[in-house]
């Protein structure tokens, strides 16, 4: 299993990225799907997460209304976009996987999710 997370990069203020992170070796649908992150010297942080179908959605209070995830099963691909970014948006982003049934919930757990991505680093500039 593979999670390859990339659109990272260097962005000011109110500016927007949108991450993404291609599945290869798993049946992509099985899978809810979590984004989290992580700063230098804080604990990795839940962010979004989103079912099997793409049918439900769950947003930390630190992001909503400025993070979106969404994916698309037929390219093995989920996505993040971030608008309205700040500097404590600053960190490594990662994609998580948890292998589901159709009407188990997420948690927001990081021991929840089976499989992590590498990171793509986002640095947000004042």
């Known amino acids: 299993v593979q999670l390859q997370a990339s659109g990272g990069g260097l962005v000011q203020a109110g500016g927007s990225l949108r991450l993404s992170c291609a599945a290869s070796?798993?049946?992509?649908?099985?899978?809810?799907m979590g984004w989290f992150r992580q700063a230098p010297g804080k604990e990795r942080e839940f962010l979004v997460a989103?079912?099997?179908?793409?049918?439900?959605?769950d947003h930390a209070d630190s992001v909503k209304g400025r993070f979106t995830i969404s994916r698309d099963n037929a390219k093995k691909t989920v996505y993040l976009q971030m608008n309205s970014l700040k500097p404590d948006d600053t960190a490594v982003y990662y994609c998580?996987?948890?292998?589901?049934?159709?009407?188990?919930?997420?948690?927001?757990?990081?021991?929840?999710?089976?499989?992590w991505g590498q990171g793509t680093q986002v640095t947000v500039s004042s």
């Open positions: 989103i079912t099997r179908s793409g049918a439900s959605t």
């Open positions: 070796g798993l049946t992509f649908s099985f899978y809810a």
């Open positions: 998580a996987a948890k292998r589901t049934i159709l009407t188990a919930p997420i948690l927001r757990e990081a021991s929840f999710f089976d499989y």
